[in-house]
């Protein structure tokens, strides 16, 4: 009983300011891979250089995936709660958000 009324808004903020930059270097990466898939495309008819490009591309995004999961977990029951963050986390009901 204790636990539901327990407020974690303030840990859930702490954890999303700390996210920011990386939550910036996702759109940079995900610009980076609409950019460069054209310039790729437009300078070399070779499929296998788009081919490296995509698997760098999937190399850097994985420690961008593994920090977006970590950031969107509860702060109460520690699961990922998944992109639709609201008031409550759905998991455990805490509140997570003013
Ligand atoms: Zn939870």
């Known amino acids: 009983m204790a636990d539901e009324k327990k ?3 303030e ?3 702490l954890q999303m300011r700390k996210f920011r930059p990386w939550g910036a270097a996702f759109f ?3 610009a980076v891979l609409i950019v460069g898939s054209f ?3 437009a300078m070399e ?3 296998e250089h788009f081919l490296y490009f995509l698997i760098a591309m999937l190399l850097l ?3 961008l995936v593994l920090r977006t999961i970590t950031a969107l977990r509860c702060p109460a029951c520690g699961r990922f709660m998944g ?3 609201s008031k409550f986390c759905t998991l455990c009901g805490a ?3 003013k």
Do not use: E, K
Request: glycine share 0%; proline share 4%; aromatic share 16%.
């Open 7 to 9: 407020d974690y808004t």
């Open 45 to 47: 008819c070779a499929m």
């Open 39 to 41: 310039i790729v495309l």
């Open 28 to 30: 940079a990466w995900f």
């Open 83 to 85: 992109r639709d963050v």
């Open 11 to 13: 840990a859930f903020s």
């Open 61 to 63: 995004v994985v420690p």
């Open 95 to 97: 509140q997570i958000r």
